[in-house]
T-cell receptor, first 108, second 115 residues
Framework: AQRVTQPEKLLSVFKGAPVELKCNYS??????LFWYVQYSRQRLQLLLR??SRESIKGFTADLNKGETSFHLKKPFAQEEDSAMYYC??????????FGSGTRLSIRP | ETGVTQSPTHLIKTRGQQVTLRCSSQ?????VSWYQQALGQGPQFIFQ???????GRGNFPPRFSGLQFPNYSSELNVNALELDDSALYLC??????????????FGPGTRLTVT
């Protein structure tokens, strides 16, 4: 079955600490993976996609096909990073499959 | 550039009724996708429309149907509403062609409550 697993519903870290949001996927093909973010009172928006290999707002994510993972990382958390984060992948039939999300809370 | 808009913002319906939700896509986008987001869950793909044709469907029953118009705006229709249909319904537009994925731009959502 095509699935995205985000094992942590809530992740709380101190400002300045490293952040890692976990994402594992189940898909038999070559996945196209994304991280979407939703800040308080804002719309869901794309944070980054693996094919771009960019660092956005200090976040990076590396696709590990062996471990079927696409964890989101940032070396030093900032208070404005507090948000809901969703891992997703593009499957066949134009479907984007989302995980259940991780709420990231940055403590001052 | 105008973003994705959805109407109405909130809606309360009774079980068994029918509902129509509307979405205006971002300027220049020809693809619209609809998602259902239950409380505490990620968005679940309902279906996608590309140039007025359905271009992929998730695991939703036929009572969930849609339309896309020549201006690329879209409607989601749900018949015979059930209590479990209560959710936030999100619309997203993109400039994807068939079988391609591009960044999806989400609307603010319509909160549907079925009583």
């Amino acid at each position: 079955a095509q699935r995205v697993t985000q094992p942590e519903k809530l992740l709380s870290v101190f400002k300045g600490a490293p952040v890692e949001l976990k994402c594992n996927y189940s898909y038999s093909g070559s996945p196209e993976l994304f991280w979407y973010v939703q800040y308080s009172r804002q719309r869901l928006q794309l944070l980054l996609r693996h094919i771009s290999r960019e660092s956005i707002k200090g976040f990076t994510a590396d696709l590990n096909k062996g471990e079927t993972s696409f964890h989101l990382k940032k070396p030093f958390a900032q208070e404005e990073d507090s948000a809901m984060y969703y891992c997703a992948f593009y499957s066949s039939a134009s479907k984007i499959i989302f995980g259940s999300g991780t709420r990231l809370s940055i403590r001052p | 550039e105008t973003g994705v808009t959805q109407s109405p913002t909130h809606l309360i319906k009774t079980r068994g009724q029918q509902v129509t939700l509307r979405c205006s896509s971002q300027s220049g986008h020809n693809t619209v996708s609809w998602y259902q987001q239950a409380l505490g869950q990620g968005p679940q793909f309902i279906f996608q429309y590309y140039r007025e044709e359905e271009n992929g469907r998730g695991n939703f029953p036929p009572r969930f149907s849609g339309l896309q118009f020549p201006n690329y705006s879209s409607e989601l229709n749900v018949n015979a509403l059930e209590l479990d249909d209560s959710a936030l319904y999100l619309c997203a537009s993109s400039s994807s062609g068939r079988d391609r994925s591009d960044e999806q731009y989400f609307g603010p959502g319509t909160r549907l409550t079925v009583t």
